[in-house]
C-alpha cells in the first residue's frame, strides 16, 4: 500500500461521497424538502470538475470535506451550544490550514444569526463576500443605485 496513490484517489473519493451524505442530512434535518436536498447534493455527486479534483492529489478535496464538516457541525442544531460552535470553528480553522482563503468562511460563520443585529451582520458580510465590494463602496450604496 506504500507508495501507491491510487489509495490516496480513493479515499478523495470517499471524502466526497461523505460531503455529499453530511450535506443531504444536514439539510433534511435542517426540514428541507427532500428534492431540494437532493438538488443541492447532486453537484458534489455528478459534476465532472468535482470527480476531476478527487482524482488528482491536491489540497482542495480535503480542504473542502473540512468545510463541510465544520458547517454541519455548526448547522446540525438550530442553537448550537458552546462546544459545538468551539468544535465547529476548530475544524474551520483547520480549513484555513490547508488553504488560505478558508479564512474568509470563519469570518462569514461568526454572526449570531438568532439575533436581528447578527442576521444584519451575516448579510453585509455575504454581500461583501459574494460581490467583492469593499467596505466603503457597499457604506456608499443608496437604494437609488439599485433601482437604476
Known sequence: MGGNLAVVAGFQHLLGLAMALALYTTLIRRHAPRWAATVATA???????????????????????????????????????????????????????????GELLIMLALPDRSTRRG????????????TAARVQELADLTVRDLLN
Open 43 to 101: 453537484p458534489l455527486l455528478l459534476d465532472a470538475y468535482q470527480l476531476q479534483m478527487e482524482q488528482t492529489i491536491m489540497p482542495d478535496v480535503t480542504f473542502e470535506a473540512l468545510i463541510t464538516t465544520g458547517l454541519t457541525i455548526l448547522l446540525w442544531h438550530p442553537r448550537p451550544g458552546l462546544w459545538r460552535v468551539a468544535a465547529g470553528a476548530l475544524v474551520l480553522g483547520l480549513a484555513t490550514d490547508v488553504r488560505q482563503i
Open 119 to 130: 442576521r444584519r451582520d451575516a448579510t453585509l458580510l455575504a454581500t461583501l463576500y459574494d
